[in-house]
């Protein structure tokens, strides 16, 4: 089996900056598309931005011009960078890959354990 695991979680003031990282628990051979997913208490998961093999991005209207996603094939992980934060940006962070591939083996829809942000002063 194989996983995805997020760091860089943490609390923030309003205005500060985090960055988020994500990476496979086990070596792979590669990772299709990458995700990056938020949930609040009492809403449901929204996408936060992607990234493609290739490095195509798109991002959810409310984050645009604030949050950078952006990947590294060679260590097949991928990152988030957050600036601006404002305290409705509090969530638990999800990493997601549709199709992540070991060998022969391909596993899909695979998620991290998230990650908490909190913007508060």
């Known amino acids: 089996q194989v996983q995805l695991v997020e760091s860089g979680g943490g609390l923030v003031q309003p205005g500060g900056s985090l960055r988020l990282s994500c990476a496979a628990s086990r070596s792979v051979s590669r990772i299709n598309r990458m995700d990056w997913f938020r949930q609040s208490p009492g809403n449901q998961r929204e996408l936060v931005a992607l990234?493609?093999?290739?490095?195509?991005?798109n991002y959810a209207d409310s984050v645009k011009g604030r949050f950078t996603i952006s990947r590294d094939n060679a260590v097949n992980a991928v990152y988030l960078q957050m600036n601006s934060l404002k305290p409705e940006d509090t969530a638990v962070y999800y990493c997601h890959a549709d199709q992540v591939w070991t060998g022969n083996r391909r596993y899909l829809e695979v998620w991290g354990q998230g990650t908490l942000v909190t913007v508060s002063a």
């Open positions: 990234i493609t093999s290739g490095g195509s991005t």
